[in-house]
C-alpha cells in the first residue's frame, strides 16, 4: 500500500500533473505469482476484462484473485492524468490516479454482476478519497467499464446498492463509474503484484459496510 497522504482532498487539474514518462519506469512480472497465469497476456478469446478501485491495490487483488472463474489479477494505476507513472508520484496526489485492480474473467464460470457484488461489499464507498486510515486521491473508489453493458451494470447495482446503504444510515456513495476507454491502465511494479501473499500478514485498510448488495428484482 501507498501510504503517504496526498497533500490535499481534491483532484488535481492536468496542469499540476506531474510530466509522466513514455514508457513503464520498471519491469512488471510475466506471471501472476498465485494463478499462474500471463499478468499482461495474451489472454484467452471469449474471456473479459473488468478494473475497480477500491482502497488499497493489495487487498483489492487478493479479493478478486480468490474468486473461481478469475483466470489473472493485476495491481496498476488508472484514472490519472500523468503517462506511465511511479508510485512515488502517485502518492503525491497529483497524478490523478487510483490505485486500480484489473481483473481478467471467463464469463461461463463468474458473471461480471459477481464482481461488482465483491466489489461493493469489499469496500466503503461512501468514503470518497480515503478508505480506512489510507487517505488520498489514490484511494478513491472507481469503476472502470469496459463496455457499455459494464457501465449499466455498475450503475445499476450503485443506485441498489445506495438504497440499501441509505436504509442501514450510511452516506452517499462518491464511487466513480467511467469508461476504461477514456482512462489508460498502467501496470504497478513487482512490488505491488500480489502483495498479499508475498506477504499475508500485510497491512491493507480495506473494511466493507457490513451491508449486503441486494439481489436484483425479478422480472417476468
Known sequence: ??????????????????????????????????????????????FETAAFALG?????????????????????????FTPHPVDDEVRTGLTGHAETVRVVFDPAKVSYGDLLKLFWEGHDPTQGFRQGNDVGTYVRSVIFAHSPA????????????QRALSAAGHGAITTEIVSADDHPFYPAQELHQQYLDKNPWGYCGLGGTGIDLPAAPVTA
Open 56 to 80: 488499497c491495490f493489495w487487498g483489492g487483488e487478493r479479493r478478486f484473485w480468490q474468486l473461481d472463474g478469475v483466470w489473472v489479477t493485476l495491481t496498476g494505476f488508472q484514472g490519472g
Open 150 to 161: 459494464q457501465r449499466a451494470a455498475a450503475e445499476e447495482t450503485r443506485e441498489r446498492y
Open 1 to 46: 500500500m501507498l501510504f503517504a497522504r496526498s497533500r490535499d482532498l481534491r483532484m488535481p487539474t492536468p496542469a499540476e500533473a506531474p510530466p509522466g514518462r513514455s514508457a513503464l519506469a520498471y519491469p512488471v512480472p510475466e506471471k501472476h505469482r498465485v494463478l499462474g497465469t500471463p499478468l499482461q497476456g495474451p489472454y484467452p478469446e471469449g
